[in-house]
Nanobody, 129 residues
């Protein structure tokens, strides 16, 4: 599957953005999808994930209550709604996809970038104070 992330931009603290991750292929619903982010000089960090049907979602503690991940399998797209943005949310955001069923059973497994076979190109999010 090929992934295309979009929706990033510059926003003031407290503002909102919605990121999209559009996928090619007919088997989109068989992929577990996650969002990661990487700030300059830092490791790539897990942000949120959604299961194949969309029935289960997972978040890093720092974004709980502010970010919402969702998916529309008919449109082959996953969204990340980001509200109440903070300067520390500034990073390049990447979507990633993988078919392994291990993602749903282990937070450590789904938070590891090395466990994803497919990556989008990234979209920059900048939050000004």
């Amino acid at each position: 599957v090929q992934l295309q992330a979009s929706g990033g931009g510059l926003v003031q603290a407290g503002g909102s953005l919605r990121l999209s991750c559009a996928a090619s292929g007919r088997t989109f619903s068989s992929y577990f999808i996650s969002w990661f982010r990487q700030a300059p000089g830092k490791d790539r960090e897990f942000v949120a994930a959604i299961s194949w049907s969309g029935g289960n979602t997972y978040y890093v503690d720092s974004v709980k209550g502010r970010f919402t991940i969702s998916r529309d399998n008919a449109k082959n797209t996953v969204y990340l709604q980001m509200n109440s943005l903070k300067p520390e949310d500034t990073a390049v955001y990447y979507c990633a996809a993988d078919r392994s069923t291990s993602h749903s059973g282990s937070s450590r497994y789904r938070a590891s970038p090395g466990n994803y076979a497919n990556w989008g190109q990234g979209t920059q999010v900048t939050v000004s104070s």
